[in-house]
Nanobody, 124 residues
């Protein structure tokens, strides 16, 4: 069992930065790949970034490449999403999720643990 709690969301102007954090409980966190997803009003939830169990490999959606960075600290059971050069279209609720695998999965239906989400609003 893994419980996930996101934090760090808020309101920021376009071009600004935010750092999201996801705190995980449970002894199996370090063996799981992790992902960040987002869902904007009226849109489907989509993957933003993912990272392998040991942080050796990452994945980014095309829309955030070069602007967002995913990282993890297994000693602290945390995963982060550093978001730079934010755009109004990045406005969404952001969720972290744990995969039943050590390796990156990009389909949200394969993630079996989810946080409650944190709102990110980017004003123009």
């Amino acid at each position: 069992q893994v419980q996930l709690v996101e934090s760090g969301g808020g309101l920021v102007q376009a071009g600004g930065s935010l750092r999201l954090s996801c705190a995980a409980s449970g002894r199996t966190f370090s063996s799981k790949a992790m992902g960040w997803f987002r869902q904007a009003p009226g849109k489907e939830r989509e993957i933003v970034a993912a990272i392998t169990w040991n942080g050796d490999s990452t994945y980014y959606a095309d829309s955030v490449k070069g602007r967002f960075t995913i990282s993890r600290d297994n000693a602290k059971n945390t995963v982060h999403l550093q978001m730079n050069s934010l755009k109004p279209e990045d406005t969404a609720v952001y969720y972290c999720a744990a995969a039943p695998s050590r390796y990156i999965i990009t389909t949200l239906y394969n993630y079996n643990y989810w946080g409650q989400g944190t709102q990110v609003t980017v004003s123009s």
